[in-house]
């Protein structure tokens, strides 16, 4: 219970202007919750699960088009707090998301029954959950831009640089996941990574890309 309230504290801003009401309301209503990877973790279409905030792992925030190609929005990673899973406790938000775990996942979640009537007590909650998915959307905005404006080549690489900021030099990924993260067909993820390689810019493995010359990776990722 205590350590569940100190996360909590930590991770949520709008902890301090509270009431003591309503931090026990939310801690008691808190649930840990595991996710498996490749687990669907929320639907916006099927019910409104609640706020999660990311203890270890990943989760992926993206949609699906009418002919099934998903288009990855944005992913949560560890520390990080996720509010659009509360998409029904905010009005502007009217498309279908879905949220899956990149990895083995474990999370605490504010369910909406819990966080609704405490959002609807004190505002600074609510200007948070807003101010949190407006911040989202800059994401949103980053991944369109890369979609529209950016060669596959680049997104490959942008993609492999921020990977490696977060992973080190070896990435753990196969070219499938690779290419659903950054919307793209798996085939055309193989090719480029092949011209990496051949390049020697990356050396490719079994389920693993190494990156093996940084300067060369981010020139291709910052071109234009």
Excluded at 62 to 69: K, L, N, T, W
Excluded at 86 to 103: G, N, P, Q, R, T
Excluded at 117 to 144: C, I, Q
Excluded at 146 to 159: C, E, H, N, P
Aim: proline share 3%.
């Amino acid at each position: 219970m205590e350590e569940k309230q100190r996360l909590l504290q930590k991770n949520y801003p709008f902890w301090e202007h509270l009431t003591e009401a309503q931090e026990e309301r939310l801690t008691k209503g808190c649930q840990e919750a595991v996710y498996q990877k490749g687990e669907l973790v929320h639907r916006s279409e099927d019910q409104c699960k609640g706020a999660i905030l990311l203890l270890d792992g990943q989760l992926r925030v993206y949609i699906v088009s009418e002919e099934g190609r998903e288009v990855t929005l944005f992913r949560i990673r560890e520390g990080e707090t996720c509010v659009l899973s509360a998409s029904c406790l905010l009005d502007a938000i009217a498309f279908d998301l879905m949220i899956e775990a990149v990895e083995d996942s474990r999370a605490l979640v504010i369910p909406t029954p819990v966080l609704r009537p405490v959002m609807e007590e004190n505002p600074y909650v609510g200007l948070y959950m807003y101010r949190s998915a407006t911040e989202r959307f800059s994401d949103v905005m980053w991944t369109m831009q890369q979609i529209l404006f950016m060669g596959i080549d680049q997104r490959v690489a942008s993609f492999l640089w921020d990977e490696m900021l977060h992973q080190g030099p070896e990435i753990t990924m196969t070219h499938e996941e690779i290419a659903r993260l950054i919307g793209s067909a798996r085939e055309v993820v193989s090719k480029v990574l092949k011209y990496l390689s051949e390049e020697g810019i990356v050396e490719l493995g079994r389920g693993k890309v190494r990156i093996l010359a940084k300067e060369k990776l981010r020139n291709i990722a910052q071109k234009g």
